[in-house]
């Protein structure tokens, strides 16, 4: 039971925190795509992982979500009704980023097999 109530915080928190990103006035943020892949709340409330990912152009995203943490922090709080906010750790996710990659590779290895002329 207690798993599914910490889901449901992962789940609340990812929602609210993509809706606050929105509002963030840097504009190192707001110039920006941010996409949250997921959050990791800690059992005792006293953590939240953000995991994020970014896409568009790179402006320092990282130092303008810093820079807005105490703003995001204080409109989570009034957002969840929640005993204690979480302290948040933004983490950035490559996994995307990764993952496209990998599938150019994989397309310019099949290019490369269909136009190798035969040797049988």
Known sequence: MAGFRQDKINEQVTKELSEIL????????SGSFISITQVSVTHDLSLARVF????????DVEKGIESANGF???ELAQRLNLRITPKLEFIRDNS????MSIS?????????????????
């Open 22 to 29: 929105r509002t963030v006035k840097d504009p190192r943020v």
């Open 52 to 59: 994020y990912s970014v896409i568009g152009p790179e402006r």
């Open 72 to 74: 995001i922090r204080k």
């Open 96 to 99: 995307a980023e990764r993952a």
């Open 104 to 120: 150019k590779i994989l397309r310019d290895i099949n290019e490369d097999l269909k136009n190798r002329p035969d040797n049988g």
